[in-house]
C-alpha cells in the first residue's frame, strides 16, 4: 500500500501577511538578511513536484535568468490553454481532481509555490497538508495577501519553528481530528 503525498506550501510572507506588493515586488523580502538559504536546500530536496499558477510562473519567467526547477515535475494551473513547455505542463482541468491524482501517485513532497490565487483554491478544497510559512521582519502595508478572504476554517497544529537570522520559519499541519479527541475517564 503506498502513502499519500502530502501537498506543502512553503513561502515566504512579510510580518502583515502579503507575499508580495501589487507590483508584485519581492524587493522588501531580498532587504532581509536570511542565513545561508534559509532552509530551501533542504526543503526542496523533499518534493519532487511543483505546482504554480499563470500568474507565479509569469513572473519567474520574467524575473529569473534561468527556470529554477528543471529537475521536478512543474505544473502550471491557468484558466487559459497554453502550449506546454520543456519544463512545465499546463493545467486546465478541475484542481482537486488533479491534484488528488498527484497525491495518490508514489513519489515525494508536492510543493504549492503560488501565488495567492492557487493558493486560494487549493485551501477552500482542503488540499493543502502542510504550511511552511517563512516571515520576514517587514510591513510593507498592502499588496498580495498570503490568505485571501473566504468562507472557510482550518484548523492546524504546530510542527515546528525555525530561525534563519532575521526570518522565522513557521511550520503547521492539518490538524487530525480523530488524534486530537481525548478520552475522558
Not at 126 to 139: K, R, S, Y
Request: hydrophobic residues 35%; charged residues 30%.
Amino acid at each position: 500500500m503506498n502513502q499519500r503525498r502530502n501537498t506543502v506550501l512553503y513561502i515566504a510572507s512579510s510580518l502583515d501577511g502579503y507575499i508580495a506588493t501589487k507590483e508584485d515586488s519581492l524587493e522588501w523580502l531580498f532587504k532581509v538578511e536570511g542565513e545561508g538559504d534559509n532552509g530551501y536546500t533542504e526543503f526542496y530536496e523533499t518534493v519532487d513536484t511543483i505546482l504554480m499558477g499563470k500568474r507565479t510562473y509569469d513572473w519567474i519567467i520574467q524575473e529569473m535568468e534561468e527556470f529554477p526547477y528543471k529537475n521536478k515535475e512543474c505544473y502550471v494551473f491557468s484558466r487559459s490553454s497554453y502550449e506546454d513547455t520543456e519544463n512545465v505542463k499546463f493545467i486546465h482541468e478541475d484542481i482537486k481532481s488533479f491534484v488528488n491524482k498527484l497525491k495518490n501517485k508514489d513519489g515525494n513532497n508536492i510543493w504549492v509555490v503560488g501565488g495567492g490565487e492557487l493558493l486560494h483554491s487549493f485551501i477552500q478544497e482542503n488540499l493543502v497538508d502542510e504550511f511552511i510559512i517563512t516571515l520576514a521582519p517587514t510591513i510593507i502595508g498592502n499588496g498580495i495577501p498570503l490568505f485571501k478572504e473566504g468562507n472557510y476554517q482550518l484548523d492546524l497544529s504546530l510542527k515546528g519553528i525555525k530561525r534563519f537570522n532575521q526570518f522565522v520559519e513557521l511550520s503547521y499541519v492539518k490538524k487530525n481530528p480523530l488524534l486530537d479527541k481525548t478520552i475522558l475517564k
